[in-house]
T-cell receptor, first 113, second 109 residues
Framework: DTGVSQNPRHKITKRGQNVTFRCDPI?????LYWYRQTLGQGPEFLTY????????KSRLLSDRFSAERPKGSFSTLEIQRTEQGDSAMYLC???????????FGPGTRLTVL | RKEVEQDPGPFNVPEGATVAFNCTYS??????FFWYRQDCRKEPKLLMS???SGNEDGRFTAQLNRASQYISLLIRDSKLSDSATYLC??????????FGAGTRLFVKA
């Protein structure tokens, strides 16, 4: 499968724990986005990478959230000291330089107990 | 006011019907526009881009009205398989992408 992959697909954690998610983009896609989606809502923009540079970060993103894309390929999203309100689907999307289309991965569903 | 607003629906239509969705956006500097489709418990997928001159792809027609800051999607001859949530997407001047909350469509036999 040459699509965007995300791991894990599901994560259940206790409040206060740290979690990390991984996104592997389609080869040659230098644009990478992270989104959060809750039931009945559209994906909410979290952050954007162009290659390894993080060029945009949502003001809604608290300092408990951090994302990296160290070599311009895969990316990780870490949430520290998780809260129940962090429970959501976390989606990664990638795209080619200069293109508009974004290809989404299947997402990581986070449940914070 | 939300940056991108859509009627959440649901729209319940019979097979063969024509249905239209609108989406309004608040940032007049928005540069590009798309419609995505999301099936239940699946990731969003691009349905079509929206061009200033309007564009058509089979049964689907998208239009952009910059003066009134809205985009529309028209689906003709609805199929059962068109049942999904349709997400309006706006790219602002930076790198941020804004999704609407989506419009749910149910096509019934």
């Amino acid at each position: 499968d040459t699509g965007v992959s995300q791991n894990p697909r599901h994560k259940i954690t206790k409040r206060g724990q740290n979690v990390t998610f991984r996104c592997d983009p389609i080869s040659e896609h230098n644009r990478l986005y992270w989104y959060r989606q809750t039931l009945g809502q559209g994906p909410e923009f979290l952050t954007y990478f162009q290659n390894e540079a993080q060029l945009e970060k949502s003001r809604l993103l608290s300092d408990r959230f951090s994302a990296e894309r160290p070599k311009g390929s895969f990316s990780t999203l870490e949430i520290q000291r998780t809260e129940q309100g962090d429970s959501a689907m976390y989606l990664c999307a990638t795209g080619l330089a200069g293109g508009g289309e974004q290809f989404f991965g299947p997402g990581t569903r986070l449940t914070v107990l | 006011r939300k940056e991108v607003e859509q009627d959440p629906g649901p729209f319940n239509v019979p097979e063969g019907a024509t249905v239209a969705f609108n989406c309004t956006y608040s940032n007049s500097a928005s540069q590009s526009f798309f419609w995505y489709r999301q099936d239940c418990r699946k990731e969003p997928k691009l349905l079509m881009s929206v061009y200033s001159s309007g564009n058509e792809d089979g049964r689907f027609t998208a239009q952009l009205n910059r003066a009134s800051q809205y985009i529309s999607l028209l689906i003709r001859d609805s199929k059962l398989s068109d049942s999904a949530t349709y997400l309006c997407v706006v790219h602002t001047g930076g790198f941020k992408t804004i999704f609407g909350a989506g419009t749910r469509l149910f096509v019934k036999a």
